[in-house]
Nanobody, 124 residues
């Protein structure tokens, strides 16, 4: 069993940066970890994923080159560095853990555990 807690969300102006953190309690080291987001009125969408070793990452096209996912297994924490933010990035951001992932999971059903989400609001 894994409990995930996100933090680091907030209000930022367009062009700014934020770093989200997701800290896990319980088993963490061999799980793929992903970030998803859900904007008002829209479905939850994939943002980024990282393998348990950290050597494999994958990004949604809309964030590639602006967002960076990383992890520190010693701290049971995964990060999402977000740069050049725009209003389209406004959403609740969720981290998720995939027990059998290889760092390529992009679908919600592939993930076994979810955090409660953290709000990111980007003003224009």
């Amino acid at each position: 069993q894994v409990q995930l807690v996100e933090s680091g969300g907030g209000l930022v102006q367009a062009g700014g940066s934020l770093t989200l953190s997701c800290t896990a309690s319980g088993t963490f080291g061999d799980y793929s970890m992903g970030w998803f987001r859900q904007a008002p009125g829209k479905e939850r969408e994939f943002v980024a994923v990282i393998s348990w070793t950290g050597r494999s990452t994958y990004y949604a096209d809309g964030v590639k080159g602006r967002f960076t996912i990383s992890r520190d297994n010693a701290k049971s924490t995964v990060y999402l560095q977000m740069n050049s933010l725009g209003p389209v990035d406004t959403a609740v951001y969720y981290c998720a853990a995939d027990r059998e992932g290889d760092g390529s999971g992009r679908r919600r059903y592939e993930y076994d555990y979810w955090g409660q989400g953290t709000q990111v609001t980007v003003s224009s």
